[in-house]
């Protein structure tokens, strides 16, 4: 039988200049900074939990302070930061003097022994003669709630030896007085004397041979509080933690990491990965290499190592009691994932979880065009007229796009502007609903907006007035209001959101909606994937070299094509049923029109033209149809992996266009073929009672299904005749002319006389505050709103409610 030895460890040395990881915590900031008091924490407190972290040991405050004293660096340093302030001298130059008076200084050997010391012990423990340590700074200062310093001061890597050790320590020391730590000190107004700083010695993790980065336990752009945020590259974390490379990003849904079976990975984006920082071969220090093809093509983590990130970072979060921004890393000749660094985040944490923003104009400016307002925001910028879409790589970021229209090529320079004008289209066209989940002010249908917007002029967007939109020239000046969302009032009505976009959902947590009363699955696929279902099942079929070649760039990583579809569908899905799970999530399946199909790449080989599409081959009738059976089976597996897999049992089914009570049966026929059985695992599945038939013959329809969602669009366009995305006839499009109200008071009443729910999921009530009003009258069960629009209808469906005195 073998016999273990044990390693000495280093612990505190007499003087107190030195401690082990193991002996601080996180109630030791002043005494060894933020970084090493929150690796002591994790040593100390979580080792439980699995949460590995690489052996080390830290300098405490008092031996800055007795380098300092040693060297007689404390009343130079104070006529050099005089100077500064007095104007004597530059931010440049009052760096480079305080950092010389360091570099300079000479360790004593009162310092010297007890660092070389644990060293000793480290390299002893880990059974190397000069082991290499990252030596990383830790202000005393640093890493607080309401201070956070991180990057102020340096960390060097692949330091091995002893001199080499107390080189970097030296320079440690000075990087406390680095131009932008200097600068960051002054802004908030602490008095540089009064900070100390501790340096971290740690074993090296061999990341530089696999990889490492940053986790958050939030989402970084809206501070959604039930996901961890993983970010990853090949080689040493800097180049994540500096944000010199485009990092992998992975995306969990923490509330389901501890439910047995379920992997609720929600998010995998590869990134470009351009370059990699490794040791370098020879000596200390590290190099920086382009990296591979493969290597910028291929994830750096593998799912289950996903998981182990996600539940550690709970388990960091749940013993800080706050959100956390961490780091970590993968050693390559073991394979093992260690935690080495764990800090309070503090950016969204300084935010008010109930504030949202109001939009004023305070000053005017002449009229250049007229529109259709979608959001109640206001923006400006220089306007960047494109009128074809070959045209879209001279788009500025920042400025307004004025286009004729849009499709789902235009999402990535949607993104990025700041204010989006259309000459066609109405409040549901494609520019609409991706400008309300992108919250980008936007004013659609304009006619003639981009003849009359000069290219390059200052220009403000302004959705601000109620429904129509307002594009003025010049910038005009307003305000911004901050609404507290814990103010709304409490209704018996359930107020849901309509999502679409699953890189947006996350923004809107915030509101206290009921569920997602639409999810829109034809824009997750349009917006997402941009590949005809169809096409990645018989991709033999597709003739256009283009679509053939972007095609196959989309699905490289995937021995079977279709499994691309069904993960970034299912991934998509899932992303819209977080931020309000438990609640539900009605998801949509797709309702592409032929002509919107033939523009996925591939469509146009599966897809004939019609001449009226909008009452075509859509919705239902596809899904049990040799043409599309395969891509509903595609469909069918996402829905499957996002309820089961990824653990999002609150997702409901809901079948669109569905003309008649035999296509229901086919189409609920389709889907428990392919393993969506309707109550089966607690599967609901929902119509939309959009169609005069589903009104008349709502008796035979409420046997079939679960709920009715109305669409008031269609159900408009179809009762009264007009073409819902005519700007010609867009004054006699209204879901509150009477043969409408009549129709759907008639759905409500027989939902609830078969026994189930009934709810509404179109534009009428975000536009339309007696619409909301009539609907409660009426007594439906949901109104599902735009969430751009659900702070001012609220109170007008509380107030409906009240009762009559």
Known sequence: MATAVEHPRPGTDSAGLVVAFEEVGIGDVARVGGKNASLGELVRSLKEAGVAVPEGFATTSEAYRLFIDANG?????????????????????????ARELFLAGAFPEQLTTPILAAYRSLASRVGLEAPAVAVRSSATAEDLPEASFAGQQETFLNVSGERELLDACRRCFASLFTDRAIAYRELRGIDHLDVALSIGVQRMVRSDLAGSGVIFTLDT????????????????GETVVQGSVNPDLYEVFSPLLGQRGLRPIIGKAAGAKERKLVFARSGSGTLALETSRAEREAFVLDDDEILTLARWAVA???????????????DGVTGELFMVQARPETVQARRSASALRIHRLTGTGPVLARGAAIGDAISSGEACVIADPSEIGRFRDGAVLVTTMTDPDWVPIMKRASGIVTDHGGPTSHAAIVSRELGVPAVVGTVHGTTAIPDGDPVTVSCAQGAEGLVLGDLVPFEVEEADIGALPETRTRVMVNLADPSAAFRWWRLPAAGVGLARMEFIISGLIRVHPMALVHPERVTDPADREAIAELTRAYADPTEYFVDHLAAGIAKIAAPFHPAPAIVRLSDFKTNEYAGLLGGAAFEEAEENPMLGFRGASRYHDERYREGFALECRALKKAREVLGFANVVVMVPFCRTPAEADAVLAAMAENGLARGENGLKVYMMCEIPSNVVLAEKFASRFDGFSIGSNDLTQLVLGVDRDSAY???????????VTAMIAEAIRKAHAAGIPIGIC?????????????????GIDSISLNPDSFLRTVPIIAEAERPTP
């Open 729 to 739: 006839l867009a004054e006699q499009f209204d879901e509150r002319d009477e043969a």
């Open 762 to 778: 179109g534009q009428g009530p975000s536009n339309h505050p007696d619409f909301a009003e009539f609907l409660v009258g009426e």
């Open 221 to 236: 752009e809206s501070g959604f509080p039930r996901v961890v945020e993983i970010s990853a590259a090949w080689g040493l």
């Open 316 to 330: 960091v979060q749940e013993h800080y009691g706050r959100p956390m921004d961490m780091e970590w890393a993968k």
């Open 73 to 97: 660096i404390r009343g130079s340093l104070g006529a050099v930061l005089s100077a500064y302030r007095g104007g004597g001298a530059s931010l440049r130059e009052t760096g480079a003097a």
